[in-house]
Nanobody, 128 residues
Framework: QVQLEESGGGVVQPGGSLRLSCAAS????????MGWYRQAPGKERELVAT???????IYADSVKGRFTISRDNAKSTVYLEMNSLKFEDTAVYYC??????????????????????WGQGTQVTVSS
């Protein structure tokens, strides 16, 4: 069973920084895409940033130049460095992983049952 554990949310003043972390567990062999989405009150969940195993990244226009996504494949962990935070960055941030392979009992990587898995979310509040 693939599970995600997020950490690093909190309250920060405008212009401040936060770093989110998300560690995947569950006999992980490899993860094709890792990323972050967010959902503000009254709004739909939106993509923040994703990174593939090959290092290709996608960022929402609203965070380009301020947020940086990175991943440590050996630790099955993805990070989101958030700088120059704005009021409008306030949201619940969700970690996601897609196309996960886990180790089977015979030592062969096999695709996990679900296409994607989600964390429980971590609150980021930008407030003065």
């Amino acid at each position: 069973q693939v599970q995600l554990e997020e950490s690093g949310g909190g309250v920060v003043q405008p212009g401040g920084s936060l770093r989110l972390s998300c560690a995947a567990s569950g006999r992980i062999a490899r993860i094709t895409t890792m990323g972050w989405y967010r959902q503000a009150p009254g709004k739909e969940r939106e993509l923040v940033a994703t990174e593939t195993m090959g290092g290709q990244t996608i960022y929402a226009d609203s965070v380009k130049g301020r947020f940086t996504i990175s991943r440590d494949n050996a630790k099955s962990t993805v990070y989101l460095e958030m700088n120059s935070l704005k009021f409008e960055d306030t949201a619940v941030y969700y970690c996601t992983v897609q196309r996960v392979h886990t180790w089977s009992d015979d030592g062969v990587p096999r695709r996990a049952p679900e296409f994607d898995y989600w964390g429980q979310g971590t609150q980021v509040t930008v407030s003065s």
